[in-house]
């Protein structure tokens, strides 16, 4: 279900063509909530304000060691396009890039393998539907990625990527449990501190000391297990944002999908519309 979303041609230092070398060229996350949609966040997908063209974009689909090509890395690994893109409408909305964080990405083929999906070996998230400003707070959730590694897990900055040294970054996936905190709890913590953030109804947090996202996490699933939350499946219950450095001594902070669920089920419908396809 999670995703490596390439841009050709920017970011990094090198190549950046995803066929060339996708480690260079990974920018975000996502997650696959149906076979050809992917939700991840507004940031990952725009430039000046305004979405990218879709063509830039490669979603990499059941990747692992993104130092290979998808032929390499696996036998269900794919490298898809993009057909259509939506960001939310009021991103940034409260005076930065901070506000309703998230979009939806509608994939130009489907993006399993029936043999992988048969064997349990690809599979989906659930979308989250609890809009609760408060949901979830002290559930622990876990988080994945091929975001910046130092002391185990995931901290940096993105001006010290070195192309030469695979190791300043994750180059193989990884998965890391968080705990959710409440948003009352969230906001008390930056207001606490020398920099004052807004954390709204649309933002879900976590603070796990020494753990947490950075830098190429972006837009990469917060979710639950399956039989865990009242839910059979597994539950996309945040997309990465942002946080004030990484590795856990401030929250990490995530759009709260259940508060997006009607929008994201609404651009799928839009999507289905044009397409006159079933997402």
């Known amino acids: 279900f999670l995703v490596t979303i390439a841009i050709s041609g920017i970011y990094r230092s090198g190549t950046t063509d995803p066929a060339a070398n996708w480690f260079h060229a990974h920018y975000c996350g996502g997650a696959l909530v149906s076979p050809r949609v992917v939700v991840t966040a507004a940031h990952c997908v725009e430039d000046g304000g305004t979405v990218r063209d879709k063509d830039v974009f490669h979603i990499g689909v059941h990747r692992h060691d993104l130092t290979k090509t998808p032929a390499e890395d696996n036998e269900c690994a794919r490298d898809i396009a993009v057909e259509e893109i939506y960001m939310h409408e009021s991103y940034g909305d409260r005076g930065s890039a901070t506000g309703h964080d998230i979009a939806v990405m509608i994939l130009a083929a489907d993006a399993v393998h029936e043999a992988c999906v048969a064997d349990?070996?690809?599979?989906?998230?659930?979308?989250?539907?609890?809009?609760?400003?408060?949901?979830?707070?002290?559930?622990?959730?876990?988080?994945a990625g091929w975001g910046k590694l130092r002391n185990g897990f995931l901290h940096g900055d993105p001006s010290l990527f070195n192309p030469t040294a695979p190791s300043d970054y994750a180059h193989l996936l990884n998965a890391v449990q968080l705990d959710a905190i409440s948003n009352t709890a969230c906001q008390a913590s930056f207001d606490s501190g020398s920099t004052s953030e807004t954390i709204a109804a649309d933002n879900i947090c976590t603070l796990t000391e020494g753990k947490g996202s950075c830098d190429r996490d972006s837009g990469g699933?917060?979710?639950?297990?399956?039989?865990?939350?009242?839910?059979?499946?597994?539950?996309?219950?945040?997309?990465?944002?942002?946080?004030?450095?990484?590795?856990?001594?401030?929250?990490?902070?995530?759009?709260?999908?259940?508060?997006?669920?009607?929008?994201?089920?609404?651009?799928?419908?839009?999507?289905?519309?044009?397409?006159?396809?079933?997402?």
């Not at 450095?245 to 997006?260: N, Q």
């Open 120 to 143: 349990g070996r690809t599979q989906l998230l659930a979308l989250d539907d609890d809009s609760a400003s408060d949901a979830h707070a002290g559930a622990t959730l876990t988080l």
């Open 221 to 279: 699933p917060l979710f639950s297990d399956a039989g865990t939350l009242g839910s059979a499946h597994r539950l996309l219950i945040g997309v990465v944002n942002w946080g004030l450095g990484c590795g856990g001594t401030t929250p990490g902070v995530y759009a709260r999908v259940g508060f997006f669920n009607a929008w994201i089920r609404g651009k799928v419908t839009t999507a289905e519309a044009m397409l006159g396809v079933v997402l």
